[in-house]
């Protein structure tokens, strides 16, 4: 089964300070993705990853960063984190696949829950 | 920004009906998929339906998808209480390995 795993379910942090969110997958994935998810906007891509030491921003990446040292790791980074960024955050992998014969399924993990104060 | 955007927000049903959930999209697609979401947890992929497919089952799970009408629906026949959960749309927008998830319909289903 694949598995995916992210460092903590819960995380209380004071505003300005610097967060270290990891995932990590054993599927040998090359596709690691970080998303946060609201009430009522549903999941929205942060950055994404196709190899080690490469990144795209998604849709929101302001604020964050990313780091992939090992294809089997993903880390999202709050350089100085603010209340506005109080969410739930969900780390996926999957193969990478395009075309219609694509199937590009994404495993997720259990998520982290942060809270900003 | 969201391609999919499902309907309705939330549904509440009786164990043992029918629950139908809706997903429209905006551009084209390669694939179309569903996810389901327990309450505080990750994501767990339900099913995939590709472009040139018009219909698909996995067990009680019936989806459709309109290529013209850019939408879709999900199907659960003979519900049960362990299906109240978020289900979520999500779309590869030709892009292949990202997907665009909508907002998700949050699904009650009561004993």
């Known amino acids: 089964d694949v598995k995916v795993t992210q460092s903590s379910r819960y995380l209380v942090k004071r505003t300005g300070e610097k967060v270290f969110l990891e995932c990590v997958q054993d599927m040998d994935h090359e596709n690691m993705f970080w998303y946060r998810q609201d009430p009522g906007l549903g999941l929205r891509l942060i950055y994404f990853?196709?190899?080690?030491?490469?990144?795209e921003k998604g849709d929101i990446p302001e604020g964050y960063s990313v780091s992939r040292e090992k294809k089997e790791r993903f880390s999202l980074i709050l350089e100085s984190a603010s209340t506005n960024q109080t969410s739930m955050y969900l780390c996926?992998?999957?193969?990478?696949?395009?075309?219609?014969?694509?199937?590009?399924?994404?495993?997720f993990g259990p998520g982290t829950r942060l809270t900003v104060l | 920004s969201q391609q999919g955007e499902e309907d309705p927000q939330a549904l509440s049903i009786q164990e043992g009906e029918n629950a139908t959930m809706n997903c429209s999209y905006k551009t084209s697609i390669n694939n179309l998929q569903w996810y389901r979401q327990n309450s505080g947890r990750g994501l767990v992929h339900l099913i995939l339906?590709?472009?040139?497919?018009r219909e698909k089952h996995s067990g009680r799970l019936r989806v459709t998808l309109d290529t013209s009408k850019k939408s879709s629906s999900l199907l659960i026949t003979a519900s049960r209480a362990a299906d109240t959960a978020s289900y979520f749309c999500?779309?590869?927008?030709?892009?292949?390995?990202?997907?665009?998830f909508g907002a998700g319909t949050i699904l009650r289903v009561k004993s």
């Open positions: 996926a992998s999957n193969y990478p696949g395009t075309g219609r014969s694509s199937y590009n399924e994404q495993f």
């Open positions: 999500a779309t590869d927008g030709g892009y292949g390995n990202k997907l665009v």
């Open positions: 339906i590709r472009s040139n497919e």
């Open positions: 990853s196709y190899d080690v030491k490469m990144k």
